[in-house]
């Protein structure tokens, strides 16, 4: 005589850390075959193909595709637009840059012409120059390299830090 594979429900639920929608109560199906030392059951959700460490049908087959609402949609749009703006067109993206500190498109171009479009530290002609502000007043200082903006950023724009580490570099210099 061949056994029926018993069926057993198990109440799981999803904890805290787990999205706000995500922590309700579900019903689990386990599925215990005789035959088998383990349980199997089908990997409904997210959680328990991470379980298992392997990767969850793309795209999700058991979920039905959610439709967007109209002001999704126009807030997407608004920013693909935004983005394809900001990069084709140099005057938008130094404006848009410009803006956030405070400067006109004109007066940002004017502190690129004064500065050789180069870093104010280094002197490295570049394309793209970071806007150094300072941070208690807000006033823009000019415009830096990648390097040396992070490099102030770093020592948090503090020239007792800065003087301390010259100080170092010339020290170690000379050994």
Known sequence: MRRRPRIILVLASFHSAAPLKARRIALACHVVHPHLSQSTRSMRSLRDWAKTRSHRP????????RKRRASEIARFLANDRRRVR??????????????????????????????????????????????????????????????????????????????????????????
């Open 58 to 65: 793309f795209p999700d087959e058991d979920k039905p595709a």
């Open 86 to 175: 900001r990069a084709l067109e140099p005057d938008y993206r130094d404006g848009e840059r410009a803006r956030r500190y405070g400067l006109t498109l004109a007066q940002y171009r004017a502190l690129q012409a004064r500065q050789g479009n180069a870093c104010a530290i280094c002197r490295k002609v570049m394309r793209v120059l970071c806007i150094d502000h300072c941070h208690v007043s807000g006033r823009v200082r000019g415009l830096l390299c990648p390097k040396c903006n992070s490099a102030l950023g770093l020592y948090a724009d503090d020239p007792r830090l800065l003087r301390a580490a010259i100080a170092y570099l010339k020290a170690t210099m000379k050994q």
